[in-house]
Antibody, heavy 123, light 106 residues
Framework: EVQLVQSGAEVKKPGESLKISCKGS????????IGWVRQMPGKGLEWMGI????????RYNPAFQGQVTMSVDKSLNTAYLQWSSLKASDTAIYYC????????????????WGLGALVTVTS | DIQMTQSPSSVSASVGDTVTITCRAS??????LGWYQQKPGRAPKLLIY???GVQTGVPSRFSGSGSGTDFTLTISSLQPEDFASYYC?????????FGQGTKVEI
């Protein structure tokens, strides 16, 4: 059974750093793109970017480029999303999700999703 | 970025109704459109890929159609568990973009 298990909710202050995680199991982790999707309170879905675990090839949404960093640890079957300096506007639920088809990032949709990690940034 | 516009933003319906949600892309995306369902407090769930492909395990009352710029999601014989928000997403051009969502309410 494919599962994506995300780290728990976080409460941080503006300016602090944060790294959240997403551990995949039940499939060959290295061969499917994993992505991150933001959902701000009461709002819709925003595609942040994707990373290919086998070689850490990354595609960022320009809207998030430079604001977050995606990484993976293949030995742990885990993907990460990190911030170096959080803002109040980063308050949101962050979902990790795995593509439906292995290998290509093109013409692909997110089939498996984590439960989401609520990040709250408040002074 | 390709803009995805859904209509309506919300729709009121009853159990047994047929509901149609429309998604329009700002440019031709061929058939590279998917639909997700999201219930409150839950992660999205993929329903439809490549405009009309029904994801494994999704009830047959869900169907998708369209190509180019205009797409529809149809829910036939609405069930109580179908009351949720629905999002379209294009997978033609990076970055993939979502529609703003359609809430199906009782």
């Amino acid at each position: 059974e494919v599962q994506l298990v995300q780290s728990g909710a976080e409460v941080k202050k503006p300016g602090e750093s944060l790294k959240i995680s997403c551990k995949g199991s039940g499939y060959t982790f290295n061969t499917y793109w994993i992505g991150w999707v933001r959902q701000m309170p009461g709002k819709g879905l925003e595609w942040m970017g994707i990373i290919y675990p086998d070689d850490s090839d990354t595609r960022y949404n320009p809207a998030f480029q430079g604001q977050v960093t995606m990484s993976v640890d293949k030995s742990l079957n885990t993907a990460y999303l990190q911030w170096s300096s959080l803002k109040a506007s980063d308050t949101a639920i962050y979902y990790c999700a795995r593509h439906r088809v292995k290998g290509s990032y093109y013409a692909n949709w997110f089939e498996y999703w984590g439960l989401g990690a609520l990040v709250t940034v408040t002074s | 970025d390709i803009q995805m516009t859904q209509s309506p933003s919300s729709v009121s319906a009853s159990v047994g109704d047929t509901v149609t949600i429309t998604c329009r892309a700002s440019e031709d995306i061929s058939n590279l459109l998917g639909w997700y369902q999201q219930k409150p407090g839950r992660a999205p769930k993929l329903l439809i890929y490549a405009a009309s492909g029904v994801q494994t395990g999704v009830p047959s009352r869900f169907s998708g159609s369209g190509s180019g710029t205009d797409f529809t999601l149809t829910i036939s014989s609405l069930q109580p568990e179908d009351f949720a928000s629905y999002y379209c997403q294009q997978a033609h051009t990076l970055p993939p973009t979502f529609g703003q969502g359609t809430k199906v309410e009782i």
